[in-house]
């Protein structure tokens, strides 16, 4: 089977199962009760490609700096509720959805690996690329989020 065909049983299992499993705890639970969460986020072909393209560009800019194995982690967070959308640090929600408060939601970040372990790192900042996290008030790296959150999207198109 090639390396880029799961079987769709296969699929349908894994999914049903987060459904069964993890979602259920999540719209059951007692202390943090919730409607409904997303199942599912959409990213366009060309807004993957493009944050691609920007961590090529970027790293292309260290040559004095070899970047081995360059993947990307998706992290599942959560959007908070819209009353904390503001202030400080909250400016990229601004184009979200509110009706994506409390969803989960998908992040992406640039990995590099370094001794056979894959690290987060900020292809932008040079100073990362052994692995480090950057501090400090304000700090921001390169990352991709906002993409469309399957509810509350139409579940039309949908297969699992």
Known sequence: MSKHLLPIQLIENLVDYYKTHQLYSIENSVKFPMAFDATAALFSLEQLKDFIATIEEEVAKHPKTPVNNIGIRFYYAAYPETSNWHGENYEALETVDTEYAKLHTLIAVPTMEIDGIS???DPSDVNTYQGQK???????????????????????GLWF
């Open 134 to 156: 950057p501090t400090g008030k304000g700090i921001a790296i390169m990352a991709e989020n906002h993409g469309v959150l399957f509810p509350p999207g139409p579940k039309v």
């Open 119 to 121: 690290y987060d790192f």
